[in-house]
């Protein structure tokens, strides 16, 4: 079922959608088709690129193409996963990560929160992902500010946000011009869903995914943004 695409028309600001499907998303420039595929893993394909973002070995590669960019936002092991990295390469694939990232995957080209660069002729930008408060003991947290990135991709005349692992952080709420989100939201490792829809109803994007949400109330969230009907949340079987 991942090689079908679906154009979704949708009657209200919440769509729920099967797992194993694709959306497409028309652009200015052709078609931009999105392909969850597990947890913090998803892909993008837009005018011949395919991009991987944060891909795992947990999630079902079966039949999805190999990469032309990939881009990792963490770390740990949900995000950083040397060996499915090494699956979905190719000849001439580039990976955009964090410095620390490159400790583990050498060959990847390193952007720290707020660098812009022109990879795989598109515009990456790294943002910042990281926690206020939770960490696994006091004096910790589970994302320190800098280590991470989150990341806006330019694909035509579409700006796509992917959060990473990230609390409600000024950079989020500061971001303009999104036309599709994917916003983390678990505990405790990231942020709840009332605190993940403050995020989206200060930034606005036209499209919401949340994504990375295992063990989330996702009604929570929807309820929470019901009142913006200008910003459509989009439910997938994530976890």
């Given at each position: 079922?991942?090689?079908?695409?679906?154009?979704i028309v949708l009657l209200s600001p919440v769509a729920n959608l099967q797992?194993?499907?694709?959306?497409?998303?028309?652009?200015?420039?052709?078609?931009?088709?999105?392909?969850?595929?597990?947890?913090?893993?998803?892909?993008?394909?837009?005018?011949?690129?395919?991009?991987?973002?944060?891909?795992?070995?947990?999630?079902?590669?079966?039949?999805?193409?190999?990469?032309?960019?990939?881009?990792?936002?963490?770390?740990?092991?949900?995000?950083?996963?040397?060996?499915?990295?090494?699956?979905?390469?190719?000849?001439?694939?580039?990976?955009?990560?964090?410095?620390?990232?490159?400790?583990?995957?050498?060959?990847?080209?390193?952007?720290?929160?707020?660098?812009?660069?022109?990879?795989?002729?598109?515009?990456?930008?790294?943002?910042?992902?990281?926690?206020?408060?939770?960490?696994?003991?006091?004096?910790?947290?589970?994302?320190?500010?800098?280590?991470?990135?989150?990341?806006?991709?330019?694909?035509?005349?579409?700006?796509?946000?992917?959060?990473?692992?990230?609390?409600?952080?000024?950079?989020?709420?500061?971001?303009?011009?999104?036309?599709?989100?994917?916003?983390?939201?678990?505990?405790?490792?990231?942020?709840?869903?009332?605190?993940?829809?403050?995020?989206?109803?200060?930034?606005?994007?036209?499209i919401v995914y949340p994504y990375h949400y295992r063990g989330s109330d996702?009604?929570?969230?929807?309820?929470?943004?019901?009142?913006?009907?200008?910003?459509?949340?989009?439910?997938?079987?994530?976890?």
């Amino acid at each position: 079922m991942k090689n079908i695409a679906l154009t979704i028309v949708l009657l209200s600001p919440v769509a729920n959608l099967q797992a194993g499907t694709t959306d497409s998303v028309q652009t200015a420039e052709g078609v931009l088709k999105i392909t969850p595929v597990t947890h913090g893993s998803l892909m993008l394909e837009y005018k011949g690129k395919v991009i991987h973002i944060d891909p795992w070995c947990r999630g079902d590669y079966t039949g999805l193409p190999k990469a032309d960019l990939i881009l990792i936002t963490d770390i740990h092991g949900d995000h950083l996963d040397p060996a499915q990295v090494k699956k979905l390469k190719k000849s001439g694939t580039q990976v955009v990560a964090p410095q620390a990232v490159a400790q583990t995957v050498t060959e990847v080209l390193v952007l720290q929160n707020g660098q812009k660069k022109v990879v795989a002729g598109l515009q990456i930008e790294a943002v910042a992902m990281y926690n206020h408060k939770r960490g696994p003991s006091p004096g910790k947290l589970y994302h320190d500010k800098g280590r991470g990135n989150g990341y806006v991709v330019t694909l035509g005349d579409k700006r796509v946000y992917i959060s990473g692992d990230t609390a409600c952080i000024s950079e989020m709420k500061a971001l303009t011009d999104i036309d599709i989100a994917f916003v983390t939201m678990n505990l405790p490792y990231t942020m709840p869903p009332e605190e993940a829809a403050e995020c989206v109803k200060a930034f606005k994007p036209r499209i919401v995914y949340p994504y990375h949400y295992r063990g989330s109330d996702l009604n929570v969230f929807t309820r929470a943004l019901e009142a913006h009907p200008d910003i459509e949340v989009r439910l997938r079987d994530w976890y």
